[in-house]
């Protein structure tokens, strides 16, 4: 998911002047960090944990309005969680009550087949 999302900036940016760029991989960890002239800068670190990666990065850019966009996340077992961003991500309502109800009992009630 992350290299998709490098290589959907590094296309989108394509007329931009490299300012830094740093690469290290090992068997158990890696960096990354990548910085353009047009504001894209990009850090991501990963380390290995038994048999799970764990990886850290952040993304900031300055949006085509002039807005400061940043995403600071973390990918783990737990799959790929925002721990911030500026603007806010969009979230989603709350789940009605009815609905909650139902997936408790269908949790709780598991099909035999």
Do not use: M
């Not at 068997?27 to 990009?42: E, H, R, T």
């Not at 085509?64 to 603007?87: C, F, H, K, M, R």
Request: proline residues 8%; negative net charge.
């Amino acid at each position: 998911i992350a290299f998709a999302c490098l290589l959907a900036l590094a296309v989108a940016n394509e007329d931009a002047n490299v300012l830094r760029s740093e690469q290290e991989v090992n068997v158990d960890n890696f960096k990354y960090a990548l910085k353009l002239d047009n504001s894209v800068d990009i850090e991501q670190s990963g380390q290995l944990h038994g048999e799970e990666w764990k990886v850290n990065g952040q993304q900031s850019w300055t949006s085509p309005e002039g807005e400061q966009v940043a995403i600071t996340y973390v990918a783990d077992q737990n799959g790929y969680q925002v721990l911030s961003a500026n603007p806010p991500l969009p979230t989603p309502p709350p789940i009605p009550e009815a609905i909650q109800r139902a997936l408790e009992w269908i949790a709780a009630h598991p099909s035999k087949d």
